[in-house]
């Protein structure tokens, strides 16, 4: 199933499975997502939910809507899809482990460990962030911010905020999900990070 996450400023508040046929966004209390911003539409914009297929439609709002940077009326929607409404953001998450479809027997992979990163320079070097949730942000809001994501074989990282992309081995993010391996080097607002698994079960 797919689902939204919606962040402002870099932080997350609140995340949503598209369970329903339409899920509509706005001001308004009726909406299925409800964004209380003077910026955003009464009803601001819809998704339209097919089996494993997502459409998003603007439904003429003042501000308009924006996905990867590029205003749209209507979308297909991917894995990893920025969508923008004023301030706000909207990340689009598809569970590929539940949506591809394969007829060989069911496979039950041994789950990936946690992971860290570990900040490289800058006042906080030395310091580590255990990879726990299922979202993690990290970045300097307003400024650079990126979403680490854990699935069940791994993370993803996906850049959600500032004109400069998010570099891993210095290589920009630019649109979509990287999947991250061990010693992967992360550049984001000005610090240097480094992704690797957990050598311990807990700090």
């Known amino acids: 199933m797919a689902k939204i996450i919606l962040t ?9 499975a598209l369970h329903k046929e339409r899920t509509t966004i706005g001001r308004r209390p009726h909406n299925d997502l409800v964004i209380d911003n003077p910026a955003i539409s009464g009803e601001h914009a819809a998704i339209i939910t097919v089996y494993n297929d997502s459409f998003l439609e603007d439904l003429n709002s003042t501000n308009g809507t924006q996905v990867n940077g590029h205003p749209i009326t209507k979308h297909f929607l991917q894995h990893n899809d920025v969508i ?71 993370y993803e990282l996906t850049h959600v905020e500032g004109n400069i992309y998010t570099r891993v081995n210095g290589v920009p993010l630019s649109v979509g999900a ?26």
């Open 8 to 16: 402002k400023g870099g932080n997350v508040v609140q995340e949503m």
């Open 84 to 154: 923008q409404m004023a301030d706000y953001k909207l990340v689009y998450l598809v569970d590929s482990d539940q949506d591809i479809k394969d007829s060989r027997p069911k496979m039950f992979p041994i789950p990936r460990p946690d992971a860290v990163i570990t900040v490289l320079d800058g006042a906080s070097c030395g310091k580590t962030m255990l990879l726990t949730k299922v979202l993690t942000t990290i970045g300097r809001p307003g400024i650079q911010v990126a979403i680490v994501t854990r699935r069940p074989h791994g």
């Open 178 to 203: 990287r999947p991250l391996q061990d010693g992967d080097i992360i550049d984001i607002a000005g610090t240097t990070m480094k992704f690797s698994w957990n050598p311990v079960a807990s700090f």
